[in-house]
Every structure is written in C-alpha cells, then in structure tokens.
C-alpha cells in the first residue's frame, strides 16, 4: 500500500537548483519509529524509481540503476539525506523520501532537482539581490538579467515561487515577448543581454520563499540562483 503525506514526514524544499558538477544534499525529517527510509526519484515524465533504502540498522541498499552511483545517504534518529557529489543533468528530477511500515510506505510532497547546465547551452541568468527583507503588504522589487546567443523575442521568462512546506514550486509570473508563439531557436554569432523586473506584492500572511527566474528556449529551462524573500 501507499500513502501521500500520512505521517508526519518533512522535506524543507519544494525546489532546489545547482549547477551541473556541484554537489547537492536533499533532506528530509521523520518520525523515529519508522524501521526503514526510502528515497525514490521521478524522471521528468517517468513513474518513481526505487532509489536506496536505510534501515535503523544503517546499512544503505541501493537498488539496480543506482548501485553504481556515487550518492550518499546518512541517517539519524530522525533525519535522513541524500547527497550527490557531482550532478549531471540526468540527475534532475523529483526526488521522494518515503518511510515504510507494516507494508505501507508514506510518501511526502517532494523536491524538484533542477540541474542547471549553462555552460552547454549559452544562457546565463543572474537574479539581483540574493536575499530581500520586506515589510509584510508591501512589493519586493526582483530583477533577473539573461544573457544569450539567442534572442530575446525567442526566449520565454517566467518566475517561479517555491516556499517551504509547499507541496510543488508554482509559477506566478510570466514575461511575453511579442513572437514567442513562434519561436524558431536560432543561435547568434553574438551575445544578447536582456533585463525582466518583476514586482510582487507580498501578502501579510507570506511565509519565507525564494523566487526564481526561469526561462524556456530550444526545449530546455535554466533557472536562476534565486532570491529569497522573507518579511520583516
């Protein structure tokens, strides 16, 4: 059997973004009276797969497809994570952490890994400020400047909300650039630099979230390092 969210367990971040080689750590908070944590990951487009297990003897099994993996996973009384040394962008995905009892494994919400690969792909987004500190009610000015070889009009940037304890990153904000319904990806022999502010009022019941600038183009996304927004 399976449940979602049944019991109290907790992963912090509904949205996580690193660069393609950096190292990630995905963590999740449990109750202490589960014998056995999983960790299962979902593919873009695929059901999950069976990831590792660690029991509370902590012995890690990694399951076929992952056995020859470099990742990591240590466990306390009531805390788990999952550690890649260096993601790629196969890596990228939702990743579950799940417990098991009396043949019911509990599921919670998830994290989506997004592995950013600009290198690859010649578009660099940068987000000013990293951190932002706002009276509640009032707006929060971000600014994202994307740099490319393709250009603006076939680009399309949107922003994206992820705060903890949300059950996925939702998108908010969406900039439209006159030709977006035909965009054609065609690459430039020179680079295009192009700047999107957006202003978000921030309610008076907000709880802390980082904002995300994204853009679409040639069938790929790269997100942005992100802003945090708190109120104060």
Same mark, same amino acid.
């Given at each position: 059997?399976?449940?979602?969210?049944?019991?109290?367990?907790?992963?912090?971040?509904?949205?996580?973004?690193?660069?393609?080689?950096?190292?990630?750590?995905?963590?999740?908070?449990?109750?202490?009276?589960?014998?056995?944590?999983?960790?299962?990951?979902?593919?873009?487009?695929?059901?999950?797969?069976?990831?590792?297990?660690?029991?509370?003897?902590?012995?890690?099994?990694?399951?076929?497809?992952?056995?020859?993996?470099?990742?990591?996973?240590?466990?306390?009384?009531?805390?788990?994570?999952?550690?890649?040394?260096?993601?790629?962008?196969?890596?990228?995905?939702?990743?579950?952490?799940?417990?098991?009892?009396?043949?019911?494994?509990?599921?919670?919400?998830?994290?989506?890994?997004?592995?950013?690969?600009?290198?690859?792909?010649?578009?660099?987004?940068?987000?000013?400020?990293?951190?932002?500190?706002?009276?509640?009610?009032?707006?929060?000015?971000?600014?994202?400047?994307?740099?490319?070889?393709?250009? =603006?009009?076939?680009? +399309?940037?949107?922003? $994206?909300? *992820?705060?903890?304890? #949300? @059950?996925?990153?939702?998108?908010?904000?969406?900039?439209?650039?006159? =030709?977006?319904?035909? +965009?054609?990806?065609? $690459?430039? *022999?020179?680079?295009? #630099? @192009?700047?999107?502010?957006?202003?978000?009022?921030?309610?008076?019941?907000?709880?802390?979230?980082?904002?995300?600038?994204?853009?679409?183009?040639?069938?790929?996304?790269?997100?942005?390092?992100?802003?945090?927004?708190?109120?104060?």
């Amino acid at each position: 059997l399976v449940s979602a969210g049944a019991v109290d367990i907790y992963q912090g971040q509904s949205l996580v973004s690193v660069r393609s080689g950096e190292a990630v750590t995905l963590n999740c908070t449990l109750p202490d009276q589960y014998e056995d944590v999983l960790w299962y990951k979902q593919p873009l487009g695929q059901i999950p797969q069976e990831m590792a297990l660690k029991g509370r003897t902590m012995d890690t099994i990694l399951y076929p497809g992952f056995q020859n993996s470099s990742i990591k996973l240590e466990r306390t009384e009531k805390h788990i994570s999952l550690t890649i040394p260096h993601t790629t962008k196969d890596d990228e995905g939702i990743y579950y952490c799940a417990t098991s009892a009396l043949k019911i494994i509990s599921f919670y919400k998830g994290t989506f890994l997004a592995v950013r690969d600009d290198s690859q792909f010649n578009v660099s987004v940068l987000q000013t400020p990293a951190l932002q500190s706002v009276p509640p009610g009032e707006a929060v000015n971000l600014q994202c400047t994307v740099l490319s070889e393709i250009r =603006s009009a076939e680009l +399309r940037v949107f922003w $994206i909300r *992820s705060a903890a304890g #949300s @059950s996925f990153p939702e998108i908010i904000f969406t900039h439209h650039n006159s =030709s977006s319904s035909s +965009r054609q990806c065609e $690459i430039s *022999s020179s680079k295009h #630099s @192009s700047v999107y502010n957006f202003s978000p009022n921030i309610p008076n019941n907000h709880h802390a979230a980082t904002y995300y600038c994204t853009v679409e183009t040639c069938g790929r996304i790269i997100i942005g390092n992100g802003t945090a927004v708190a109120t104060g």
